[in-house]
């Protein structure tokens, strides 16, 4: 198996208290918690990045978009908030959103500290993708996964009809992403067999 990279637990803790409690506390902490946190929870995780230049673009234009994702793991939304350049609104299951797991407490972790937000989302109900939409119409960036569950073989499966909806009734653009290797995790996917396989995502 291989060797993870030490992870400053304590140091994060520290600085996390400081930027709550007392005169310390300003948007500027978190920024530099998120400067040092992104390339090291990237290594932690084994992820390689690669950045397709017309996505870049479409992010920091500053134009409301949608990113759409293939879905292989539950570390994908973790994933995709580190590798983005920007903060980024997440349709998460309620399932995960309001849950006490790891994941959801990870991805909370990471909202507050600025990689993005969280909007709770439920396949049997429509309040979700129509907060998605207003979030669009206030020039927000959102990413979904557009099947709406984890692929079980690591392919791409059939979309949810929520996520063609959004992106018409928006009329915005929508930039594809991809993972791959997340599916082989055998702690994060559902068939996955390598204790911390390298993973690749392409904006």
């Known amino acids: 198996m291989a060797r993870l990279p030490a992870f400053p637990y304590r140091t994060v803790l520290r600085l996390s208290m400081r930027a709550t409690h007392g005169p310390m506390h300003a948007p500027f902490l978190k920024s530099g918690l998120r400067y040092v946190l992104r390339p090291v929870l ?12 017309s ?3 479409l992010l920091r234009s500053g134009e409301p978009c949608i990113l759409a ?5 539950l570390l994908d939304g973790i ?13 998460v299951d309620t399932e995960y959103s309001r849950g ?5 407490r ?21 309040f979700g993708v129509r907060t998605l939409l ?30 063609k909806w959004l992106a018409d009734r928006s009329g915005v653009a929508v930039a594809e992403l991809q993972i791959r290797g997340a599916e ?20």
């Open 42 to 53: 990237l290594r932690m995780f084994r992820v390689r990045v690669t950045y397709n230049a």
């Open 55 to 57: 996505t870049t673009a």
């Open 69 to 73: 994702c293939n879905h292989v793991s």
């Open 79 to 91: 994933i995709v908030a580190l590798a983005s350049p920007v903060p980024l609104a997440f349709a």
């Open 100 to 104: 006490a797991g790891a994941t959801t």
């Open 106 to 126: 990870f991805l909370q972790l990471l909202a507050w500290l600025g990689f993005g937000k969280i909007i709770p989302t439920d396949a049997t109900a429509p």
């Open 134 to 163: 207003t979030e669009l119409t206030r020039g927000g960036r959102v990413m979904v996964f557009p099947e709406g569950r984890i692929s079980e073989t690591g392919e791409r499966g059939l979309d949810q009809p929520g996520v």
């Open 184 to 203: 082989q995790s055998r702690l994060f996917a559902k068939n996955g067999s390598a204790m911390w396989p390298r993973i690749r995502i392409s904006f």
